[in-house]
């Protein structure tokens, strides 16, 4: 099932523990974004509002005892995306989004098979489909799949990762 629009939202909201987030790419293309990037690669500069939506709902998950969370598997050197994305990560960590990383640049990918997804709750899974490009083409929930691949993958990219401010500062 393709989730889009207001039937991704609702569904995404509608967690009741945990949301974990895979993410395999070097960029991504997020329209809502392009002027943000286009400031930042101009300036150097990322000014984000306290009510930016993301960082609304982040914190309004963290407020209902909800945890959220990513890991981003990487190589060096970063693409200028992932510079640009490494500008937000300090925001959404502030708001209570656990963000660590997984560099793979001098080592093997323990997530090499893996392609982006979500995992709400250990039980649902959303597959992210993406063109060359990074841009999305697609959200498919998986329905009734076994999540324990997903978990397997979560659990290794959690145990082989690094927070954020320790991988920034490194």
């Not at 000014?47 to 190589?75: K, M, N, Q, S």
Request: net charge negative; with cysteine.
């Amino acid at each position: 099932m393709l989730l889009a629009g207001d039937d991704w939202r609702n569904f995404f909201n509608s967690y009741r523990h945990d949301a974990f987030r895979l993410e395999t790419l070097p960029a991504y293309g997020v329209p809502e974004e392009d002027e943000e990037f286009r400031v930042w690669r101009e300036t150097g500069r990322l000014d984000i509002p306290a009510d930016d939506p993301w960082l609304v709902r982040v914190r309004h998950y963290r407020e209902t005892g909800r945890d959220i969370g990513r890991v981003h598997v990487l190589t060096r050197p970063l693409t200028e995306y992932l510079r640009f994305e490494f500008a937000f990560y300090p925001h959404s960590s502030e708001a209570g989004e656990e963000i660590r990383i997984l560099d793979v640049t001098d080592r093997p990918n323990p997530l090499a098979r893996a392609q982006d997804f979500w995992l709400f709750d250990d039980t649902h899974i959303v597959l992210m489909h993406y063109a060359n490009d990074g841009t999305q083409i697609g959200r498919e929930l998986l329905g009734d799949a076994d999540p324990s691949p997903y978990i397997e993958w979560k659990c290794l990219a959690l145990a082989h990762s690094v927070p954020f401010p320790e991988y920034a500062a490194g």
